[in-house]
């Protein structure tokens, strides 16, 4: 205990969990470190310990003074972890930790996949063990287009198995009535056996951008005829001033529609239009590309590169990458110079809020206006496609991203939850290579893991085996 005396005061507080249940609790204030660790610890252990299998307790430790920052640690296999906020730290990233979360992450979508269904859910409710009862169709769209991406990297015959399957669901989804042909019905309730008549113009395009790539793999006419119906559907819902409607819904019997401007919705229907032109040379999918495009570039240009729209607090970065995506996607049909232009200024405009200090470890990767791993996540998965589209075209400046990009996967990784950081929870097994949604919220949005993963599986290519990145302790 010699090495730990070191003079403070010091203040310690031991918590003593068992199978995520608070077991015990201690506190002390010594002068000396190795005193009030020592006191604490004794306190947080119950005078008796029959039935209480310390072997198989964990011990989280936070020790404060006014002289050093703060301590946080907790025991895993007999070693102290470092914990930044309330999760473990990670100092090191290298491309054996990336491939690891990635496994993880598929683990966990094939694991929260409906059983029968094949759909996915929005979220999953760590804390209370509950996913609701909607499957809900962008999320299963999203889902199955990330494992087609990791089949990519390396063939898998358990992705192979349920491909057509959770395939069969989003078309089944798919709506046939006059009113809505082509959309894809918003979600499914498990409870009534019902879809929901709400029609959401993102909806139909993240699943065009799955039906795409099911296609292009196999070429079941099934696939782009679909892709085509839920194409045709997003035509119709651009209005003659260049204005996207963004969702209609039934409500009583009426037909509801909502038209507030959505970086998010335009930029999913210009992405989704884009893909569709590319793959079938319809002229009027280009058109209409064309116009939104354009009105998307003078908004950034009119904003100064860093969008608002009416749906998010004006400091969220989301639409801002929005912008970038949709003007790649349109980009790459006829490499557009205005396009090309803006997605570029744009996404370096992102880039300057990045949090860049490795001192404040619980923020450094993420990006300013989220906390949220689904938003931070989709940030990254944008920037691995624009330092992608860089490196190809050997764009001046392009190399900035890289690093971007491996301090965010560094993040999203530090708040992913695995066998380390759910020392708090009774089933933590069900949670396991899922991103936690935020500081605030102990629940796992299934889009933030197909975001997560799909930036990993971007970057993958270009690292080395190697330490990618690495944050010293003080």
């Not at 054996?96 to 992450?105: S, W, Y």
């Not at 990784?413 to 066998?419: D, L, M, V």
Request: proline content about 4%; overall charge positive; glycine content about 6%.
């Amino acid at each position: 205990m010699k090495t730990l005396n070191h003079h403070g005061p010091w203040t310690a507080a031991v918590t003593l969990y068992r199978q995520g249940e608070i077991r015990g609790k201690g506190q002390a204030v010594d002068p000396l470190f190795s005193s009030a660790l020592e006191k604490a610890a004794k306190a947080a252990v119950p005078a008796s310990t029959e039935g209480l299998d310390l072997q198989n307790s964990r011990f989280l430790i936070s020790v404060t003074s006014p002289k050093h920052r703060p301590i946080a640690l907790i025991e895993w296999h007999g070693k102290a972890e470092e914990l930044a906020g309330n999760v473990t730290a990670v100092r090191v990233l290298d491309k054996a930790l990336i491939f690891r979360q990635i496994e993880a992450g598929k683990q966990y979508l094939l694991r929260v996949m409906h059983p029968e269904k094949y759909g996915f859910y929005k979220k999953y409710d760590v804390l209370r063990d509950d996913f609701g009862n909607r499957l809900r169709t962008i999320y299963s769209a999203s889902s199955l287009l990330t494992l087609l991406k990791i089949s990519d990297v390396a063939p898998d015959k358990e992705i192979a198995g349920v491909t057509p399957r959770i395939a069969e669901f989003l078309l089944s989804m798919q709506c046939q009535d006059q009113e809505a042909r082509g959309a894809f019905y918003y979600s499914y309730d498990l409870g009534s056996q019902t879809k929901q008549k709400k029609f959401v113009v993102g909806t139909a395009a993240k699943t065009i951008f799955t039906l795409l790539e099911l296609y292009r793999r196999d070429q079941d006419p099934r696939y782009l005829n679909a892709a085509r119906s839920a194409g045709d559907w997003l035509l119709s819902m651009i209005n003659p001033d260049g204005s996207v409607t963004n969702q209609i819904k039934d409500h009583n019997g009426r037909w509801v529609t909502d038209k507030r401007y959505s970086c998010l919705y335009t930029g999913q229907v210009l992405s989704a239009l884009s893909r569709l032109y590319r793959a079938t040379l319809d002229p009027r999918y280009y058109t209409a590309a064309e116009i939104l495009a354009r009105l998307t570039i003078k908004k950034a240009c009119a904003q100064k590169y860093f969008m608002r729209d009416d749906y998010r607090y004006p400091e969220d970065p989301v639409p801002t990458s929005w912008v970038v995506m949709s003007l790649l996607d349109f980009y790459k049909i006829k490499r557009d110079t205005a396009a090309g232009h803006t997605l570029f200024k744009s996404a370096r405009v992102l880039l300057k809020r990045q949090y860049r200090k490795p001192d404040d470890l619980v923020n450094f990767g993420r990006f300013n206006g989220t906390e949220a791993t689904s938003g931070n996540g989709w940030i990254g998965e944008v920037l691995g496609e624009v330092y992608a589209l860089g490196r190809e075209e050997k764009r001046k400046g392009f190399e900035e991203f890289k690093p971007a990009i491996l301090r965010l996967v560094r993040w999203l990784i530090q708040n992913t939850y695995s066998e380390e950081n759910t020392y708090f929870l009774k089933n933590p097994a069900k949670a396991i290579g899922g991103l936690i949604r935020n500081p605030h919220e102990e629940s796992v949005r299934t889009d933030a893991v197909c975001h997560g993963i799909n930036g990993y599986l971007s970057i993958l290519k270009e690292l080395n085996d190697d330490p990618l990145l690495t944050v010293p302790e003080k």
